[in-house]
């Protein structure tokens, strides 16, 4: 048996995805911009991933820009937005606990001269409207915000920022990083009042390698200011290069895989209380992200228990149980989001991160709570 609950990390690839990638690496295999049949039927298996992804974010198709994940799209939306928007004004305004993605690209950004403001989260990871409103003013060219956290699953007030930036005057783009809120929530970037918004296949159970930047058509961005590469004519030239077919094929399938955002909510809540629940009876666990955070990330630590780096070797290598200590990207660094959070090294140390997928089942659980209940009995630290 074994339970695979680091889907913030990656999620298993679905079916209809490895067949979608194995179809376009065999049969499938010409190149979309060739002329000839072969290349006309890889394009379409393109347009149709394009198509997919934009009706499940409501936008149109010529919105979206595929990229190599989402590392990549929000490395496209910063640099992109400071570029198009630098004669307007100079503020940046994000948060302490977005990605490495978005945080080297805006520390970058600061050493080139923008003011870049790190809003800093609560104990618990929140972070307020009004700390949001204090932020932005008229001098902000962007406003960079992740939808949920990749660690402890707080909820942003993405809701709210396109209200800060109208209340300000301010000319500013809004960029959300919905990474880990893409297929769980419904996401509409037009509601949202965003300009760019990054996704990748990897969590949704897609390929590793694939993301897209979905890019505002109404805010006139042009290739000028976006293209990190340049070069042929694909996507729009704001990222030119032969498009990598069978992973946006594999993207799309996962995508139309998705099941219903609500439906599969009401799953996963009920797996979160049940493992809030096993996990409770566990001598000493503390629970470092409230019920009100995404039910599909649980962040825990015991105080009297070893750190969570030997925690995680030791589920993985004697009990077939993958959880992790944080962001995959941060390997192993001390997590900068509970850093943020101003939790003490001691917990930070020893906190662990369970997150779930649609996949995941009550014996997942099981086998987690019982492993770590053993783990905890025999290697007590005093
Ligand atoms: N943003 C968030 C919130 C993430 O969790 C991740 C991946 O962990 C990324 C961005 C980067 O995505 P990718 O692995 O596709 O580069």
């Given at each position: 048996m074994s339970a695979y609950l680091d889907n913030s990390a990656t999620t298993k690839p679905c079916d209809e995805c490895v067949s979608a990638v194995m179809n376009m690496l065999t049969d499938n295999f010409g190149n979309p911009s060739s002329l000839h049949d072969l290349g006309i039927k890889a394009m379409k298996e393109i347009i149709l991933a394009r198509g997919a992804i934009a009706d499940s974010l409501g936008v149109d198709k010529d919105e979206i820009i595929f990229t190599s994940g989402a590392t990549e799209a929000n490395n496209m939306a910063l640099f992109g937005a400071a570029k198009a928007k630098k004669r307007l004004g100079n503020r940046i305004v994000t948060t302490a606990v977005e990605h490495e993605s978005v945080l080297e690209s805006a520390k970058e950004l600061e050493k080139q001269g923008f003011e870049v403001v790190f809003l800093k989260p609560d104990i618990h990871g929140n972070i307020s409207e009004e700390q949001l409103f204090e932020a932005v003013n008229k001098d902000t060219i962007l406003v960079s915000m992740m939808y949920i956290n990749n660690e402890v699953g707080t909820v942003m007030p993405v809701k709210s920022i396109s209200k800060a930036v109208k209340r300000a005057g301010a000319p500013a783009l809004i960029h959300i990083d919905c990474v880990q809120a893409y297929g769980k929530v419904n996401i509409n970037p037009k509601k949202l009042g965003a300009d760019l918004v990054s996704?990748?296949?990897?969590?949704?159970?897609?390929?590793?390698?694939?993301?897209?930047?979905?890019?505002?058509?109404?805010?006139?961005?042009?290739?000028?200011?976006?293209?990190?590469?340049?070069?042929?004519?694909?996507?729009?030239?704001?990222?030119?290069?032969?498009?990598?077919?069978?992973?946006?094929?594999?993207?799309?399938?996962a995508v139309r895989a998705l099941p219903n955002v609500n439906k599969q909510k009401k799953k996963i809540k009920e797996l979160n209380s049940y493992a809030r629940q096993k996990l409770s009876k566990i001598d000493g666990v503390v629970f470092n992200n409230d019920e009100n955070t995404s039910p599909y990330i649980l962040n825990v630590y015991v105080p009297t228990f070893m750190r969570s780096q030997t925690v995680l070797q030791e589920l993985s290598a004697n009990y077939n149980v993958y959880?992790?200590?944080?962001?995959?990207?941060?390997?192993?660094?001390?997590?900068?989001?509970?850093?943020?959070?101003?939790?003490?090294?001691?917990?930070?140390?020893?906190?662990?991160?369970?997150?779930?997928?649609?996949?995941?089942?009550?014996?997942?659980?099981?086998?987690?709570?019982?492993?770590?209940?053993?783990?905890?009995?025999?290697?007590?630290?005093?």
């Amino acid at each position: 048996m074994s339970a695979y609950l680091d889907n913030s990390a990656t999620t298993k690839p679905c079916d209809e995805c490895v067949s979608a990638v194995m179809n376009m690496l065999t049969d499938n295999f010409g190149n979309p911009s060739s002329l000839h049949d072969l290349g006309i039927k890889a394009m379409k298996e393109i347009i149709l991933a394009r198509g997919a992804i934009a009706d499940s974010l409501g936008v149109d198709k010529d919105e979206i820009i595929f990229t190599s994940g989402a590392t990549e799209a929000n490395n496209m939306a910063l640099f992109g937005a400071a570029k198009a928007k630098k004669r307007l004004g100079n503020r940046i305004v994000t948060t302490a606990v977005e990605h490495e993605s978005v945080l080297e690209s805006a520390k970058e950004l600061e050493k080139q001269g923008f003011e870049v403001v790190f809003l800093k989260p609560d104990i618990h990871g929140n972070i307020s409207e009004e700390q949001l409103f204090e932020a932005v003013n008229k001098d902000t060219i962007l406003v960079s915000m992740m939808y949920i956290n990749n660690e402890v699953g707080t909820v942003m007030p993405v809701k709210s920022i396109s209200k800060a930036v109208k209340r300000a005057g301010a000319p500013a783009l809004i960029h959300i990083d919905c990474v880990q809120a893409y297929g769980k929530v419904n996401i509409n970037p037009k509601k949202l009042g965003a300009d760019l918004v990054s996704i990748t296949a990897h969590k949704i159970h897609g390929p590793k390698g694939v993301g897209a930047l979905y890019v505002n058509k109404s805010a006139n961005l042009t290739d000028q200011n976006f293209a990190r590469t340049f070069g042929g004519e694909q996507e729009k030239r704001l990222r030119p290069g032969t498009e990598c077919s069978p992973l946006i094929a594999g993207f799309g399938a996962a995508v139309r895989a998705l099941p219903n955002v609500n439906k599969q909510k009401k799953k996963i809540k009920e797996l979160n209380s049940y493992a809030r629940q096993k996990l409770s009876k566990i001598d000493g666990v503390v629970f470092n992200n409230d019920e009100n955070t995404s039910p599909y990330i649980l962040n825990v630590y015991v105080p009297t228990f070893m750190r969570s780096q030997t925690v995680l070797q030791e589920l993985s290598a004697n009990y077939n149980v993958y959880v992790s200590n944080g962001s995959a990207c941060a390997k192993g660094k001390k997590s900068h989001v509970l850093t943020a959070m101003g939790l003490p090294n001691e917990i930070i140390d020893k906190s662990i991160r369970i997150s779930f997928s649609r996949f995941n089942t009550k014996e997942d659980v099981d086998l987690l709570a019982s492993s770590l209940d053993e783990l905890v009995k025999t290697h007590p630290i005093k």
